[in-house]
């Protein structure tokens, strides 16, 4: 992800908003937050979440790894957002399984996925990967399921 994809991250922010509650739509300026937070998890990780694509070069989504504070303690999370107009295709389960065999061959231990509790596509894509409910917990201000699984190592 880069600032050349400013418009495309927009589209995608405006879809997906699930913690603004109240506030307003998202805007260009959260999406240049958004690139911005992906330049400084690639430095100081490694990772962050990287743009999906078909294979005709569109953009449609996001997906890869943060780190997520859960209730104190940092946990790697694998994260997956599509356009609307891509969902339902099984896209967000190819690339989080590519991300989460990714995780692996880099010796990441364990992931988790954070998901609301009425997030039922969220939670289909986390079963897909071998992922169960390992816990519920107060996250970015709201009650939420915590999926994992634990990753073996090649
Ligand atoms: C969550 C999201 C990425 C799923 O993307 P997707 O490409 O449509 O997911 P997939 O096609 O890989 O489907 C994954 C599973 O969830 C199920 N699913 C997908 N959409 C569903 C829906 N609207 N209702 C119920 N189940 C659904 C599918 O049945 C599938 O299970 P299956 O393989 O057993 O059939 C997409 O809905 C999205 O971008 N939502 C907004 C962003 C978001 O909530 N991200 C996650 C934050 S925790």
Redesign the pocket.
């Known amino acids: 992800m880069a600032g050349d994809d400013v418009d495309a991250i927009t589209a995608l922010l405006i879809a997906?908003d699930?913690m603004r509650g109240d506030r307003p739509p998202s805007t260009r300026d959260d999406a240049v937050d958004w690139i911005e937070w992906q330049e400084r998890n690639y430095a100081e990780h490694d990772f962050g979440l990287w743009v999906v694509e078909t294979r005709d070069g569109a953009l449609v989504?996001d997906c890869g790894l943060t780190v997520q504070d859960v209730e104190g303690t940092p946990h790697v999370e694998v994260?997956?957002?599509?356009l609307p107009q891509a969902?339902?295709?099984?896209?967000?389960?190819e690339a989080a399984r590519a991300v989460r065999d990714c995780a692996a061959a880099h010796g990441i231990e364990h992931l988790v996925?954070?998901?609301r509790p009425d997030?039922?596509?969220?939670q289909?894509?986390a079963r897909?990967l071998g992922m169960q409910l390992e816990r519920t917990a107060h996250v970015h201000g709201t009650d939420a399921l915590v999926f994992g699984t634990w990753l073996a190592h090649p």
Do not use: K
Request: aromatic residues 12%.
């Open positions: 997906f699930p989504g994260g997956y957002h599509l969902r339902r295709r099984g896209y967000a389960t996925a954070i998901i997030n039922h596509p969220s289909g894509v897909n």
